[in-house]
């Protein structure tokens, strides 16, 4: 019986999906179907490709040598059948299509849906692929074309064409309501030594920042409780007196309002970071990811402040 030949991008597009995800289930999950009819696509492809392009391990799949050859060379068809596609709609003059964006969890609400809804009402066509992950985590997925584009922490300002200010926020120590060292507002860094703190798990960027920089004040942070989450963190924190998070503005915005959570912003140093919108350094925007660019960066506001920030 001959084997059926991928007539479009589709099947490559799922086989990128199965490798970057290592599981047939998960990709099914993805999609909304059944593992059955993932693995029989995935099983033509490779009657097609004349040889396995997955092997199976004990947590999922993992790529084949000639898996990971057809990985490099597929990345790219479809990349530039994606933006032929795109090229031929944006003559029509309408854009669309899928707009891949990677985001940090602390910044991504409420700027997520205020685009959600700016696209709906002005750009129905274009779809939305967002992806949660840690700074380096974003850094690699822009660099390897896996996202059109990343909102990102930086430490300095943005000097490139490529790198977009969005915001500037400051670093809080934030604790459960009435709490005696956050209720003024602000702390020095220093009352941060002794304290019993929920910090990001290592390694971590942010964490290796927040580490150095009690060094270089002569001494180590106590963390009781290591989760990336940031909603244990939180959770955390607001019911356990005595126990102290660090983060950012945007993160405990609503629950301050609510009166859930209290924060102080850490000073000497003040820990400022700068949130901005990655562009890829090569390659070029789909009309369809060049309109949520520009929408990220007209939106006002984008994730809400505490009193004070600036």
Same mark, same amino acid.
């Given at each position: ?33 059944? +593992? ?185 942070? +106590? ?9 244990? +963190? ?77």
């Amino acid at each position: 019986m001959t084997p059926r030949q991928p007539t479009n991008p589709n099947s490559f597009r799922l086989f990128l999906e199965v490798a970057e995800l290592g599981s047939f289930t998960k990709a099914a999950a993805q999609r909304h179907t059944v +593992q059955s009819h993932i693995s029989r696509q995935i099983s033509d492809l490779e009657a097609a490709c004349g040889g396995p392009l997955f092997r199976r391990t004990g947590r999922g799949v993992a790529l084949t040598e000639l898996g990971q050859r057809v990985q490099t060379r597929v990345r790219g068809w479809v990349r530039d059948t994606d933006q032929l596609l795109a090229d031929i709609r944006a003559d029509a003059g309408l854009p669309m299509g899928e707009v891949r964006l990677a985001i940090l969890p602390s910044a991504a609400h409420p700027l997520i849906t205020r685009l959600y809804l700016r696209l709906q009402a002005e750009y129905p066509l274009i779809r939305l692929n967002i992806r949660e992950g840690q700074g380096g985590e974003l850094d690699t997925l822009l660099d390897t074309g896996s996202v059109d584009m990343a909102v990102l922490f930086r430490f300095r300002k943005p000097t490139g064409a490529d790198e977009k200010l969005l915001a500037t926020a400051g670093t809080y120590l934030v604790s459960i309501p009435g709490d005696r060292l956050t209720r003024d507002g602000t702390v020095d860094f220093m009352q941060l030594e002794g304290l019993r703190l929920v910090l990001p798990r290592r390694p971590s960027h942010w964490r290796a920042v927040l580490d150095e920089t009690a060094r270089s004040k002569g001494f180590a942070l +106590q963390a009781v409780v290591e989760a990336d989450s940031l909603r244990v +963190q939180k959770e955390l924190v607001a019911h356990s007196p005595g126990l102290y998070s660090v983060l950012g503005p945007f993160s405990v915005a609503e629950e301050m309002r609510a009166g859930g959570l209290q924060a102080a912003r850490i000073v000497s140093p003040d820990l400022r970071r700068y949130v901005t919108l990655a562009l890829p350094k090569q390659g070029h925007l789909t009309p369809a990811a060049k309109v949520v660019a520009r929408l990220i960066g007209e939106t006002d506001e984008p994730w809400g402040t505490l009193i004070g920030e600036p």
